[in-house]
């Protein structure tokens, strides 16, 4: 299984496959309308749509936000042959597909992400959902879109936060398929140049689509995938729960340098090795921090983990830089002290 990629550099076009749909619907936030929409509808003049429009962060993708779409679809006449675009960050690809998979029994839809975080990771590998209760993800499908477009030019309407955001995503990827530090470094500098940074993007969502395509459903390989996220979802949900600005990039910072103290201390990695991926990962953090008082609810949400089996969840680890391991169980009191190592 696979979606279309499309890499676009100069212009944002490439739309004519749309012309085979009975209706369009363009699902924005507020800050693409602002920053994108006029972007996106200079190459729309010959194609009928509709626009509906979503608030923007993590805190709205809920169920609230897609009965708001749900209802503007049907308002809007639509029907098997109508096709959903997504014009926004991770949060809106996530809902855009939801949506999209489960109205009329399922649609096609298309991902325009506009964010490092959605063009590195969001928008690929057909994963799609919603958060439910104060936990991430709860709610969801697979559902591949029929393509998406990547459009660099839209990475120079964020700010540096968001840029960091995606580019945990990306160094995640470097850490599962670089197994020599100076390259891994290399590539992280690389990301921070504006130069570069589109070609190592590419890189990125090439490895990840490889790796979709071998296990779409996530029964084995693609599990690598959840390194850093076992940890920083629960995380995540700690700080949904207590209205805390934080982004999912900078949770799975924090959930990579736990899960990497785990991985050192299993599999008895140099120490220089854990002290270079902690020195990399924290400038990402955004210095969100949690208190030992938090330790009993971030287990808690660990056995609410989308992966757990019998409350016992299999953790996505590191046996060494660039050999991923799976199916992994961890104890409590290890769980712990990667917490502590990270407070501290």
């Keep these: 299984m696979n979606s279309n990629i499309i890499f676009l550099n100069e212009k944002l076009n490439a739309l004519e496959f749309l012309n085979s749909y009975s209706s369009l619907f363009i699902i924005m936030d507020e800050n693409t309308e602002i920053h994108c929409l006029p972007i996106l509808i200079n190459n729309f003049d010959k194609f009928n749509y509709n626009l509906i429009k979503i608030r923007a962060g993590e805190e709205f993708k809920n169920l609230n936000s897609c009965e708001f779409i749900w209802g503007n679809l049907l308002s809007n006449f639509v029907d098997r042959n109508s096709c959903i675009i997504a014009l926004g960050g991770g949060v809106l690809c996530?809902?855009?597909?939801?949506?999209?998979?489960?109205?009329?029994?399922?649609?096609?839809?298309?991902?325009?992400?506009?964010?490092?975080?959605?063009?590195?990771?969001?928008?690929i590998g057909g994963k799609c959902g919603v958060n439910f209760k104060n936990f991430k993800n709860q709610l969801g499908s697979f559902k591949l879109p029929i393509s998406i477009l990547i459009y660099p030019p839209f990475l120079n309407t964020l700010n540096q936060r968001h840029i960091n955001n995606g580019s945990v995503e990306m160094i995640k990827?470097?850490?599962?398929?670089?197994?020599?530090?100076?390259?891994?470094?290399?590539?992280?500098?690389?990301?921070?140049?504006?130069?570069?940074?589109?070609?190592?993007?590419?890189?990125?969502?090439?490895?990840?689509?490889?790796?979709v395509n071998k296990d779409?459903?996530?029964?084995?390989?693609?599990?690598?995938?959840?390194?850093?996220?076992?940890?920083?979802?629960?995380?995540?949900s700690l700080f949904l729960s207590q209205k805390k600005d934080a982004l999912h990039g900078e949770c799975i910072a924090i959930g990579m340098i736990c899960e990497s103290f785990i991985s050192s201390q299993l599999y008895g990695w140099k120490p220089e090795i854990l002290q270079t991926i902690v020195q990399i990962l924290h400038e990402y953090t955004n210095g969100h921090n949690f208190e030992k008082s938090d330790f009993v609810d971030i287990l808690m949400n660990l056995k609410h983990d989308k992966k757990s089996k019998n409350l016992t969840i299999g953790f996505s680890l590191l046996r060494e830089l660039g050999y991923p391991v799976v199916e992994i169980e961890v104890t409590e009191p290890l769980i712990i002290k990667s917490l502590e190592f990270y407070s501290n």
């Design 94 to 123: 996530d809902i855009t597909g939801f949506c999209a998979s489960t109205i009329l029994r399922g649609i096609d839809c298309v991902y325009i992400p506009t964010t490092l975080m959605a063009m590195a990771d969001a928008s």
């Design 173 to 211: 990827h470097c850490l599962l398929e670089e197994n020599i530090t100076s390259s891994i470094l290399q590539r992280i500098e690389n990301m921070k140049d504006p130069h570069s940074l589109s070609s190592e993007l590419k890189k990125s969502i090439l490895f990840k689509n490889k790796i």
């Design 216 to 236: 779409f459903k996530e029964t084995g390989l693609r599990k690598v995938l959840n390194f850093g996220h076992t940890i920083g979802h629960a995380i995540e």
